[in-house]
């Protein structure tokens, strides 16, 4: 700019007009950046249906989906392989900001190691489920039923389960062992992931392999739902006991968990899960999960 220019009034104008300019270039590319850093990064199974896939058609994908738009967010998702290793490996180092799907619980519980963890309050409370076929007319919904304890009652249950406490207090589970060799196709739980899908045991229910199977009724619903035989579904009493007395619990409550620092996280996710419950339970009741009062 030519000097004269400079020093005149006019000069003067032009030049206060083009810092301006400036810093809102710098401000907008600024915005922008703050954009970019405000994305949404969610954990998230890669295989871990019915509640998340790479094709993002689990039910956890929805709910995430709704999440992201109340905060006006895009949403990101982080994909793990091993459900052992998200909090410590994605969560806690930073790959991804949220965990839906966290048992209430769980740090709670004093035998548990206090986790770097914040967590919400709760989007969801379910329990357990027995599943049976409707024209077997099967009528269980607790540990006390005494036709659990019949050796011919062939039931279900995941290896990592409150259902394989209870085997074991029933004196079933040696009965049942090579059902658990054959889903967990004869390998070892041990210091590594297994995973045996819902929808298998589901099946086994439909096929009369099995009289009747106790999963985690947010891993059965959609399967059952989807089942051509009709399936019935009953929540589990939560009045399971160990010998000695101590409570095998059957219902949880679930929420959403988030680094032990990101305390404006926590709050954002809560005024979201109060002002979007509707739409929260529209997506879990579409699922056919029997809710639970929270």
Not at 67 to 92: H, P, Q, S, T
Not at 138 to 145: L, P
Not at 161 to 184: H, T
Not at 269 to 281: G, P, S
């Amino acid at each position: 700019m030519k000097a004269s220019m400079k020093n005149s009034k006019f000069g003067q104008s032009v030049l206060k007009s083009f810092i301006l300019g400036a810093l809102s270039l710098g401000a907008l590319g600024l915005g922008t950046l703050q954009a970019q850093a405000a994305d949404l990064n969610i954990c998230a199974g890669e295989n871990e249906m019915p509640f998340s896939n790479l094709k993002k058609e689990g039910f956890e994908n929805d709910i995430a989906e709704i999440i992201g738009k109340a905060l006006n967010r895009k949403v990101n998702y982080v994909f793990w392989k091993d459900a052992r290793l998200v909090e410590r490996d994605y969560l806690v180092k930073g790959k991804c900001d949220v965990m839906l799907g966290v048992d209430k619980q769980d740090a709670i519980d004093p035998r548990v190691k206090i986790r770097k963890m914040l967590k919400t309050d709760t989007y969801l409370k379910t329990g357990y489920v027995f599943i049976t076929r409707e024209d077997r007319e099967i009528d269980i919904s607790s540990w006390n039923d005494a036709l659990l304890k019949e050796p011919n009652f062939r039931i279900g249950v995941m290896h990592d389960s409150p259902g394989k406490v209870m085997l074991l207090q029933i004196n079933r589970f040696d009965d049942m062992f090579d059902y658990f060799a054959e889903k967990q196709k004869y390998q070892s739980t041990r210091n590594r992931a297994i995973r045996v899908d819902p929808q298998e045991v589901v099946n086994d229910v439909a096929t009369k392999y099995i009289h009747s199977a106790m999963l985690w009724a947010p891993e059965a619903a959609r399967y059952v739902k989807e089942s051509k035989v009709p399936l019935k579904m009953q929540v589990i009493k939560d009045d399971a006991k160990k010998s000695n007395g101590e409570p095998v619990p059957m219902h949880y409550e679930i929420v959403m968990g988030v680094r032990e620092n990101d305390t404006a996280l926590q709050q954002d996710l809560n005024r979201v899960i109060k002002e979007k419950r509707a739409d929260i339970e529209a997506v879990l009741k579409r699922e056919g999960i029997p809710l639970l009062p929270i």
